[in-house]
């Protein structure tokens, strides 16, 4: 009989998959955090992109637009050419836009992402807005963390 024979034991097998699934979980944490990470500078980035558009409607218009997802687009000089989508799904797809007007401040706006949490994390107290959480948040009024 021959005895010399080619192959992987079962033990062996095992090991081998015990050994890729403790690397798998040790891998899949941290790029989900590296995830998180790049949604948040996004969602900085487009928050800022958003305010640069609202102010230079308020400059062509003389009022801040009544939503930020169609009247920035068609907007003239357009700044905005296209929907941002908020990574977190803020409003539907597209990122948070309130407007308003503040006693002893004027008319304000505040454009925010409300994070990973889904939760909104900022509130509009007198002249200032502030921020409990982790929302990306700007606005024209001052914005307290």
Same mark, same amino acid.
């Given at each position: 009989?021959d005895t010399?024979?080619?192959?992987?034991?079962?033990?062996?097998?095992?090991?081998?998959?015990?050994?890729?699934?403790?690397?798998? !979980?040790?891998?899949?944490?941290?790029?989900?955090?590296?995830?998180?990470? !790049?949604?948040?500078?996004? !969602?900085?980035?487009?928050?800022?992109?958003?305010?640069?558009?609202?102010?230079?409607?308020?400059?062509?218009?003389?009022?801040?637009?009544?939503?930020?997802?169609?009247?920035?687009?068609?907007?003239?000089?357009?700044?905005?050419?296209?929907?941002?989508?908020?990574?977190?799904?803020?409003?539907?797809?597209?990122?948070?836009?309130?407007?308003?007007? !503040?006693?002893?401040?004027?008319?304000?706006?505040?454009?925010?992402?409300?994070?990973?949490?889904?939760?909104?994390?900022?509130?509009?107290?007198?002249?200032?807005?502030r921020v409990?959480?982790?929302?990306?948040?700007?606005?024209?009024?001052?914005?307290?963390?």
């Amino acid at each position: 009989m021959d005895t010399n024979k080619k192959g992987f034991t079962l033990i062996e097998l095992l090991i081998v998959m015990a050994v890729v699934a403790i690397l798998v !979980a040790i891998i899949i944490p941290s790029y989900r955090g590296m995830q998180h990470e !790049a949604w948040i500078a996004q !969602a900085e980035k487009e928050v800022q992109t958003l305010q640069t558009g609202i102010e230079s409607y308020y400059r062509h218009h003389g009022d801040y637009p009544a939503d930020i997802s169609t009247v920035l687009q068609s907007a003239k000089p357009a700044i905005v050419t296209s929907v941002l989508k908020d990574p977190w799904k803020t409003s539907g797809k597209t990122y948070g836009y309130e407007k308003g007007d !503040a006693a002893g401040f004027g008319p304000y706006y505040v454009v925010y992402s409300k994070s990973i949490n889904g939760d909104q994390d900022w509130s509009v107290v007198g002249t200032e807005v502030r921020v409990s959480g982790d929302d990306v948040v700007l606005s024209n009024l001052p914005v307290v963390k």
